[in-house]
């Protein structure tokens, strides 16, 4: 009788249970509201393949989608006090951290790397709205400098992909320093002669908008992402008036001159290492612009400058 009920009905149970899907299976897409296959996106670098709608990355998997080959180098932060002003509000600020630790796998909002993006090398800082809404405190301001230096080191460009919600409440005035403390590091890099070259994606807004975000060489967005200072609502509420549809997202943005680019995920590989070889003087058969070159590109621009001043 034991052998019955030990053995033979669990192993009848166990076959007509039902099987529950992961959580994760299929994805709504939030454009079209239709529903796709987890598998699908993924492996079209988290972008619906309908809509065109782009997701949402996480640090690790932007790294691996980024660099050749899914290969790169972490780069290690110096670790900063946790909880400076011992904050607490529902929740300990302390476990807040650690939630967001276990989740996204992050040390915090921002994560470093080095690897290389068509064969050309690159230190790289993504931006992960997942780690308490990529919000910018004193180690993700810590992480930033520290990719501007190790970029300077190594003599490559230095790319962020920005995603936040703004500075960090929990750490107040310290969070409110890294502004200032990661445009002077911006400074550096510009005086070292390399490119310092942004990404824009949703949403990126805040106390990141108003300062290294939009402080790089060329400001690339990516399609229909959230770009600002303020939210829309807040905007709305405080002047008392209607915006037009759309005014802070990435296309109207570009059509308006606040970004210089709005590229596909499918094509900044391509793009941004076309440009930073542009910046650095490399081009495919590694040669430097010559003065002539520089004589030349300057005069056609000077003609087209007259042209439209005249036309």
Request: with cysteine; net charge negative; charged share 25%.
């Amino acid at each position: 009788m034991n052998w019955i009920k030990n053995v033979v009905r669990p192993r009848i149970q166990g076959m007509l249970a039902k099987k529950e899907a992961p959580d994760n299976l299929w994805i709504t897409c939030p454009k079209s509201g239709a529903m796709v296959f987890h598998r699908d996106v993924e492996a079209n670098q988290f972008v619906i393949p309908e809509s065109e709608h782009h997701m949402r990355i996480g640090a690790k998997k932007r790294f691996e989608i980024w660099f050749d080959d899914a290969s790169y180098e972490p780069i290690e932060v110096p670790d900063v006090p946790l909880d400076p002003l011992k904050f607490r509000d529902e929740k300990r600020y302390i476990d807040r951290l650690k939630a967001s630790k276990v989740k996204t796998g992050n040390k915090d909002s921002v994560e470093l790397a080095v690897g290389k993006v068509n064969s050309l090398e690159l230190v790289t800082a993504v931006q992960d709205f997942g780690f308490m809404g990529g919000s910018l405190g004193m180690a993700a301001g810590e992480a930033v400098i520290v990719g501007i230096e190790e970029a300077i080191k190594r003599h490559t460009g230095f790319v962020l992909f920005a995603s936040s919600g703004g500075a960090r409440m929990q750490e107040g005035i310290l969070s409110l320093m890294q502004m200032p403390r990661t445009t002077v590091a911006v400074q550096k890099i510009r005086q070292a002669g390399l490119p310092y070259i942004v990404i824009l994606t949703d949403p990126t807004t805040g106390g990141v908008t108003a300062s290294y975000a939009m402080l790089g060489d060329v400001h690339i967005a990516e399609p229909d992402a959230l770009i600002c200072f303020a939210g829309p609502r807040v905007i709305e509420q405080t002047i008392r008036e209607k915006l037009p549809e759309g005014f802070q997202k990435s296309d109207y943005l570009f059509e308006h001159g606040m970004v210089d680019m709005v590229v596909h995920r499918h094509k900044l590989r391509d793009t941004v290492s076309k440009l930073a070889s542009m910046f650095m003087n490399k081009s495919n058969d590694e040669m430097p612009i010559t003065n002539e070159d520089e004589t030349a590109q300057a005069s056609e621009s000077t003609e087209v400058f007259v042209t439209e001043e005249t036309s």
